[in-house]
């Protein structure tokens, strides 16, 4: 019986399972990596052989591709007859964002652990094996080990986090996506079974809003080492749209998390929507919107007054540019 016959009918027929010369150790858990991509073909090549890099011995490929004008299997051409991994292949009927392309691969993924690479980012070789060998020595509790992150900007400006945040994390997660990219998340497949997969309501922040579902599940586990190139430089990398933000993601995830929050008590459930306006805030910022910035800062002190942070942020964007960038600049150089 062929195992895809389940798949729905705008996977029937563009779904190709490359059965080539596998790269695999049955005796190691078999790790699913899952490849988002629309309309990058050079940014994707460059992911795959990340993939390919990798030291760990037991992973399959998987490329959805969300209705590229190029289909992702042309793309890859001859990298895929020469790559030692086997490689599924899938394309939508219509572009549906990624992620509905993310739950399109984790739908037909046959790994223990599943790991997600946008196609415009890349892997240090060890990710994924330190990964597997983190969830090998943690406890059953442990359904998610994410690892730093370098972030690469338009002036070769680069910037490291790492976070060192364990254990039950759901708390300081309502408060700050530490995590990042779906680049440095691999999930165990039963935890994503019980969290259910990505949430495609929003139109942002379906990272952030996957990963407070998982916590309610399971434990988190960091490397602190940036094992993922976090891509800022490359066109057609989906931005956030800020009017979409504000509109839509920013009061679908204040009234989805709302009765979370509250579990932690009245007063966190308030601090919380302080750093969640916060947030909007930062993203008004990396625009360059002063005025929106200085709104949501004063949304947020309105909220939650008792944080210094968020009287500190609004009188460095007081002036606009003119206060906030000489702070800018200085902060850097110390």
């Known amino acids: 019986m062929d195992p895809h016959n389940g798949l729905p009918k705008f996977l ?6 490359a059965s080539l010369i596998v790269k695999t150790n049955p005796s190691l858990p078999l790790v699913s990596v899952i490849i988002p991509t629309y309309n990058r073909p050079d940014r994707l090549l460059a992911a795959i052989r ?11 490929l998987i490329i959805v591709d969300d209705r590229s004008p190029t289909p992702a299997e042309e793309t890859i051409g001859e990298e895929q007859s020469k790559s030692d991994l086997p490689i599924k292949i899938l394309r939508h009927d219509e ?9 399109t691969g984790i739908d037909v993924a046959d790994g223990d652990y599943l790991a997600f690479l946008d196609d415009d980012d890349s892997w240090k070789p060890e990710k994924i094996e330190r990964q597997v060998t ?8 442990v ?4 690892t730093g992150i370098e972030h690469v900007f338009d002036d070769d400006r680069t910037e490291t986090a790492v976070s060192s945040k364990q254990g039950h994390v759901t708390k300081p997660l309502l408060c700050s996506n530490f995590v990042g990219s779906f680049s440095a998340v691999m999930v165990e497949r039963g935890v994503i079974e019980r969290a259910g997969s990505l949430d495609v309501r929003f139109p942002s922040w379906q990272d952030w809003e996957w990963y407070l579902r998982l916590s309610t599940y399971c434990q988190f586990r960091p490397v602190e080492r940036p094992l993922v190139r976090h891509n800022h430089t490359s066109t057609g990398r989906i931005t956030e749209d800020f009017e979409t933000l504000t509109s839509t ?3 679908l995830f204040v009234e989805k998390f709302s009765p979370l929050a509250k579990q932690f008590g009245k007063r966190f459930a308030r601090k919380w929507r302080g750093y969640v306006a916060f947030t909007v805030a930062m993203y008004a910022l990396n625009r360059g919107d002063y005025a929106r910035t200085r709104q949501y800062l004063r949304r947020a002190i309105r909220l939650y007054p008792l944080l210094p942070t968020f009287y500190i942020h609004l009188l460095a964007v007081s002036g606009g540019e003119f206060t906030y960038e000489p702070l800018r600049k200085l902060r850097r150089v110390l």
């Open 143 to 146: 359904g998610v080990v994410y």
């Open 249 to 251: 993601t920013y009061p």
């Open 50 to 60: 990340s993939v390919e890099s990798q030291t760990y011995d037991n992973i399959e």
């Open 12 to 17: 029937l027929g563009v779904f190709r399972t």
């Open 95 to 103: 572009n549906r964002g990624a992620s509905a392309a993310r739950n």
């Open 134 to 141: 983190e969830f090998i020595d943690s406890s059953t509790d």
